[in-house]
């Protein structure tokens, strides 16, 4: 399957709408928020309370022709102690480029798929749980407690501001939020992205003790389902290579179409 080029950008924007939640709580000055537009497609945010996600803590839209502004976009972070993550498509990281990034300080976090497929090839799937689209703030909050437990989010800022970015009810009106029950309790959540013809499948989580039943396999049909019905002619997702969710998107029927290596770089004087 040929790349499609749209999928990075959409990712972005999903992540500044992320951001813009934020904004839009008031939470910006109490987690640290803080954007920043470099030019030529360089973006960057931090987020001092949610210094273990990967979204709100980095720069995008880095080439090998910007990589000298490295130094200013790290010290950006290092102004308030944040870790700082990058990505960079395996097609394209040379022995030149992978030196200077080593050089600032950066080391391999992760290598991510990005798998996709036109919504036609996907067979339609039963959803075998108990699965429910979030339309009040009662399913809202069940989605909040499932979200904040399935990703270990703790800290009572962190959660505030975990809940502003992904879990405001109603939120966007692109974003579409899915929660999975079992025996009536809150164990899985997975939001639904839409941008034109594009779903984007983000952000599921599932609570520890509820793994391994196929929750997530019944978010993503559910999703896939609901992407169908909106009119969406393709279908993406970018996940840690070989991981469960990939394992889990592979068997939905989407398919890789490129690979990207996540690096990290944490915040001078911090530990790891």
């Known amino acids: 399957m040929r790349p499609d080029p749209r999928l990075p950008a959409l990712h972005e924007a999903q992540e500044r709408a992320e951001a813009a939640q934020i904004v839009a709580a008031g939470l910006a000055d ?3 928020l803080a954007t920043a537009d470099w030019g030529g497609g360089v973006w960057s945010v931090r987020c001092a309370a949610l210094p273990r996600h990967g979204s709100g803590n980095q720069v995008t839209g880095l080439t090998a022709d910007r990589l000298g502004d490295l130094p200013a976009l790290l ?5 308030v102690g944040t870790s700082a993550r990058l990505r960079w498509p ?3 990281l040379d022995d030149a480029v992978g030196a200077t990034l080593a050089r600032h300080g950066f080391t391999v976090h992760e290598v991510e798929a990005w798998l996709s497929a036109p919504i036609d090839a996907l067979a339609p799937r039963a959803v075998d749980h108990d699965v429910r689209l979030v339309t009040d703030a009662v399913l809202a909050d069940a989605y909040r407690s499932a979200f ?3 990703w270990g989010v703790t800290a009572p800022l962190a959660r505030r501001v975990a809940t502003a ?3 405001t009810w109603p939120g966007p009106a692109s974003w579409h939020r899915y929660v999975a029950f079992v025996d009536g309790v809150p164990a899985g959540a997975a939001l639904l992205s839409t941008f034109d013809d594009v779903a984007y499948l983000a952000d599921a989580s599932t609570v520890p003790a509820y793994r391994g039943r196929g ?3 019944a978010l993503i049909a559910q999703r896939v389902q609901a992407a169908r019905e909106a ?3 393709t279908v993406f997702v970018g996940t840690a290579y070989g991981d469960g969710s990939w394992a889990n998107q592979r068997r939905a029927g989407l398919e890789e179409q490129m690979v990207t290596v ?3 770089r944490p915040a001078r004087g911090t530990e790891g």
């Open 30 to 32: 109490a987690a640290g």
């Open 165 to 167: 970015a992904l879990a």
């Open 90 to 92: 395996a097609d394209t």
């Open 262 to 264: 996540a690096f990290t």
């Open 231 to 233: 009119g969406a002619r």
């Open 148 to 150: 904040l437990e399935g």
């Open 75 to 79: 010290a950006w972070f290092d102004a």
């Open 215 to 217: 929750l997530q396999g």
